[in-house]
């Protein structure tokens, strides 16, 4: 699944390597790898294939879910993918509260009391996916876990999410993904440490 996943990914351009030509992420950070997950909504093939896989990843680690939420907007149509094939409600959260109406912050199904898996398209340090989850706990959801496409495998991710107790899974990572380039050869080995050493910089901030 994590080798299938990075094809896709690669296939469609969804991720882009590139050490020699950097990209400014919206953060302002400068970075050899960019990921655009939207991407994968716009190919058909690609996106039942990332829906199959978000399934098998669900029924696996949380057979037990009642509802999927996903992420404000990225993991949004992830969600909606997944819990048509599971035959599940649906929700999604807000990055905050609505200015107006209910001010509601969860958007579709009610979570009260029910087992939730979260929804989202990439995992970086892990705070904006921990901050939804923490959303649904206070409208008093059991959160299973967190589901994403892609994670840089920046170790504070896993501290954090270990200090909030809740796992999370994801269908590739940024290693299996470097492997896969360096089968194809479309990076070398020095472009792969440039990418490497730019994983643990990130990691140190």
């Known amino acids: 699944m994590e080798t ?18 950097p990209f400014t992420w919206s953060s302002g950070i400068i970075s050899p790898i960019y990921c655009d997950n939207r991407k994968i909504i ?3 093939p690609a996106r039942q294939e990332i829906a199959e896989a978000f399934v ?52 579709g199904a ?11 398209d990439l995992i970086s340090t892990g705070g904006s996916s921990l901050e939804a989850a923490e959303a649904l706990k206070e409208n008093g959801a059991e959160v ?17 999410f270990k200090e909030a107790g809740l796992t999370y899974h994801t269908l590739s990572t940024l290693d299996v993904l470097i492997d896969v380039s360096m089968d194809r050869g479309a990076i070398d080995e020095n472009q792969k440490e440039t990418i490497l050493q730019f994983r643990q910089k990130l990691s140190q901030k």
């Open 42 to 44: 716009g190919d058909v």
């Open 110 to 120: 009610e979570v009260e009391g029910k087992k939730v898996v979260l929804i989202e």
């Open 4 to 21: 299938r996943t990075a094809e896709i990914l690669l296939d469609i351009n969804a991720v882009a390597l590139s050490p020699e030509a």
């Open 144 to 160: 299973l876990a967190v589901v994403a496409i892609f994670t840089y495998g920046i170790p504070r991710a896993d501290e954090a």
């Open 56 to 107: 098998d990843v669900v029924k696996s680690e949380a057979p037990d879910a009642e509802v999927i939420a996903g992420t404000s907007t990225a993991g949004i149509p992830h969600a909606a993918f997944i819990s048509e094939r599971l035959g599940l409600p649906m929700c999604y959260v807000r990055g905050s509260k609505k200015k107006h109406g209910k001010g509601n912050q969860i958007e």
